[in-house]
């Protein structure tokens, strides 16, 4: 009781300054606030007239020639990305030089650094010079090597090691280090489950400014999750992470990420296209060899982005857009000219050669070298600017449904670039963009959702998109990671991996924990404990909109997985799915529970409506209902012969006859019946002549 008391008065004096902080951020805003001439501005991050997030960050910073090589690289990449070597600075002394060891430390840490930040990664070597940084005690390199003893990602999986050194950074008052403590308590990996320990790590991690400490917080806060719901302190940690996310898009994009829902693909295998698989790629590389152009663009944007089972590698996609272009694709001499205008390890940045390009693509009439020749103008890059030339050019892109000239324009309309300030139109710009999965355009709607610019204000509204934002951050990535390793029965760091990205509130993730958990896949925790906790994760998942996991809670209940027998409970769930989601499944269970009165009153005609309905959702319930039917169908007749006095017989004597399994006996008749029909049934082979 008296560790309880201690957490307790700890947690509200962490959420109390907490609480202060904000109030006295607020109070600072309100002092400045005018009308906001930008996004930015409604984010309050900028004290000057600033247009919406672009690919650049903000529209119409640089007026010069040269452009930034990698968009606000050094100012924003580095707050955000675990790879970043400016936490270096806490190895250094600013009054005292440093030994040997922490300069050798400072260059392997270096080094590892520069290795992970390549398109094209040597992570296992990255690694090794991070455990050689850790040997001689280097703060960063610890951490990053207790990340990969938790998850099991390129060293092996030791979760004492990995506990042992964020206990002993949190002491030092390393916010990630606190995120991972907090991930631990909270998942019982580890340690001990207590959610109040969780939180207090979360809380400081946050106030610490560990991102993933930030969305952890941010999520229970919105869920509900051991605090009280809170949408606007949701609102207030979602916004900070989004604000780093949405800084990071470049002209690229983010890394793409597919989200792979492990239960799809085991119940219809081959149906995701999420990867490609590897003689599909093989067989487009064949054909790019052999001058096909379509293909060498196809996988020159593949090469370029990343995803689908393609490793980023902008060696590769630039040659095969040299190859594309020099046949005068049009796309390809675009994108040329993207690599260009931003700059990389692989090609110089050069506003002119991207000038270049863009134009010979623009004259082919082409969105995407027109959104390039748009964006030159906006910023003056390699071009006077020309804010009126610009709006034309995306308004050619955008006509042609290409996303950045939708994004661009929205921007130029909230700004009043070139044209009137028109909220309105950049909400309809914005909201095109976003249909198309644009990070930039959920970031921009989401910040005038929060501010009510040109809308009625929704924190709800904004929260979702602020979170949508948040979880493309390059932490993402592990979604790929884990499904990687569950694919080779690395079933335990898979688990970890989704629970990590669970606690973060990635939907799949939930579902997907959930999952292997269902399954017993992995021997992680104690037996018995696997059904509760998937009932947790299946909820988590469920309360997100996935309608699956809806009727997994139903099933659960049902069966008693994790939880007590409770047909009530079951059949809640179960309308829910059938009522929100039009879930096939549930309405075919409901049907069935009407049947037997399980739970719900017992009513044959209902139970028929509820089949029929099933039916009608999914074609694949057609086959199911149709035997459902036909045992109704018996049963109807028994009930209406036994009313007739013509049958002395009831339910109770039918099942000590034929047992408590005859439904499923009757059913299995009826399936070899059917299957017989539609065998003689079927049309004869054709004579040979």
């Given at each position: 009781?008296?560790?309880?008391?201690?957490?307790?008065?700890?947690?509200?004096?962490?959420?109390?300054?907490?609480?202060?902080?904000?109030?006295?951020?607020?109070?600072?805003?309100?002092?400045?606030?005018?009308?906001?001439?930008?996004?930015?501005?409604?984010?309050?991050?900028?004290?000057?007239?600033?247009?919406?997030?672009?690919?650049?960050?903000?529209?119409?910073?640089?007026?010069?020639?040269?452009?930034?090589?990698?968009?606000?690289?050094?100012?924003?990449?580095?707050?955000?990305?675990?790879?970043?070597?400016?936490?270096?600075?806490?190895?250094?002394?600013?009054?005292?030089?440093?030994?040997?060891?922490?300069?050798?430390?400072?260059?392997?840490?270096?080094?590892?650094?520069?290795?992970?930040?390549?398109?094209?990664?040597?992570?296992?070597?990255?690694?090794?010079?991070?455990?050689?940084?850790?040997?001689?005690?280097?703060?960063?390199?610890?951490?990053?090597?207790?990340?990969?003893?938790?998850?099991?990602?390129?060293?092996?999986?030791?979760?004492?090691?990995?506990?042992?050194?964020?206990?002993?950074?949190?002491?030092?008052?390393?916010?990630?280090?606190?995120?991972?403590?907090?991930?631990?308590?909270?998942?019982?990996?580890?340690?001990?489950?207590?959610?109040?320990?969780?939180?207090?790590?979360?809380?400081?991690?946050?106030l610490g400014g560990s991102q993933l400490a930030q969305m952890a917080l941010a999520y229970r806060y919105w869920a509900g999750i051991s605090v009280a719901s809170s949408c606007e302190t949701a609102l207030t940690y979602y916004r900070k992470v989004s604000h780093t996310v949405a800084d990071e898009v470049s002209l690229t994009g983010n890394r793409a990420v597919q989200r792979v829902r492990l239960l799809d693909e085991v119940d219809n295998p081959g149906s995701s296209s999420a990867l490609l698989d590897d003689d599909l790629i093989q067989y487009y590389q064949f054909l790019a060899e052999k001058g096909d152009v379509q293909a060498q663009v196809g996988l020159g944007q593949l090469h370029y982005q990343g995803g689908r089972g393609v490793e980023q590698d902008h060696q590769r996609a630039l040659n095969y857009f040299v190859q594309a272009a020099e046949a005068g694709n049009a796309n390809a001499m675009a994108f040329l000219g993207k690599m260009y205008l931003e700059g990389s390890s692989v090609v110089k940045q050069s506003n002119e050669t991207a000038l270049k390009y863009f134009k010979r693509a623009a004259d082919q009439n082409n969105a995407v070298g027109q959104s390039g020749l748009g964006l030159m103008y906006l910023h003056g890059r390699g071009v006077p600017q020309d804010y009126k030339l610009a709006l034309k050019y995306f308004t050619l892109a955008a006509e042609q449904g290409w996303v950045d000239g939708q994004l661009q324009l929205g921007n130029m309309y909230f700004s009043g670039l070139g044209v009137r300030r028109d909220y309105k139109t950049a909400i309809k710009y914005f909201n095109l963009a976003s249909q198309s999965g644009h990070v930039l355009a959920f970031y921009n709607l989401a910040q005038m959702q929060a501010s009510g610019t040109g809308m009625v204000r929704s924190c709800h509204t904004s929260v979702e998109l602020f979170k949508n934002v948040a979880e493309r951050g390059r932490w993402g990535e592990m979604l790929m990671d884990a499904h990687a390793a569950h694919w080779d029965s690395r079933h335990t760091q898979a688990l970890v991996t989704y629970m990590l990205l669970a606690e973060l509130g990635y939907e799949v993730a939930q579902s997907n924990a959930a999952f292997i958990l269902d399954r017993h896949e992995t021997e992680l925790f104690k037996q018995g404990e696997g059904f509760a906790r998937a009932l947790m994760y299946w909820g988590r998942a469920a309360s997100q909109g996935y309608a699956v996991a809806r009727v997994k809670l139903g099933d659960y209940h049902y069966y008693g997985y994790g939880t007590s027998v409770d047909y009530e409970t079951a059949a809640a769930h179960y309308r829910l799915a059938s009522e929100q989601q039009h879930n096939a499944q549930a309405m075919f269970n409901l049907g069935y529970m009407h049947e037997q009165g399980l739970g719900l009153k017992q009513d044959i005609h209902l139970a028929k409506r509820f089949y029929d309905m099933a039916a009608e959702a999914s074609a694949d319930a057609q086959v199911p209902v149709a035997l459902a039917l036909a045992k109704l169908f018996f049963l109807f007749s028994f009930k209406y012969l036994e009313d007739l006095q013509w049958l002395r017989l009831d339910q109770s004597s039918i099942e000590k006859i034929l047992g408590p399994d005859w439904d499923i006996y009757l059913m299995a008749v009826l399936s070899v019946i059917i299957a017989t029909l539609i065998l003689f049934r079927r049309p004869p082979p054709p004579m040979a002549v």
């Open positions: 009781m008296i560790r309880l008391r201690v957490c307790q008065l700890i947690l509200l004096t962490v959420v109390a300054c907490a609480a202060l902080t904000l109030a006295v951020e607020d109070l600072e805003t309100d002092e400045s606030e005018t009308e906001p001439n930008s996004i930015q501005d409604v984010a309050d991050v900028s004290e000057d007239e600033t247009p919406g997030k672009s690919e650049y960050g903000t529209e119409g910073e640089v007026e010069s020639t040269e452009a930034p090589s990698n968009d606000n690289e050094d100012e924003d990449d580095d707050d955000n990305d675990d790879d970043d070597d400016d936490d270096t600075k806490d190895q250094s002394k600013p009054n005292q030089e440093l030994s040997a060891d922490e300069i050798r430390a400072n260059e392997l840490y270096e080094a590892a650094v520069s290795i992970l930040n390549q398109t094209k990664q040597d992570e296992g070597q990255a690694y090794t010079l991070l455990q050689s940084a850790a040997e001689l005690n280097h703060t960063e390199a610890r951490q990053k090597i207790a990340w990969a003893r938790l998850l099991g990602k390129h060293l092996q999986p030791n979760i004492t090691e990995a506990a042992e050194i964020f206990e002993d950074l949190a002491l030092k008052g390393n916010a990630d280090a606190q995120m991972g403590l907090g991930f631990m308590y909270a998942t019982g990996i580890g340690k001990n489950s207590s959610q109040a320990k969780a939180l207090v790590h979360y809380t400081f991690g946050a």
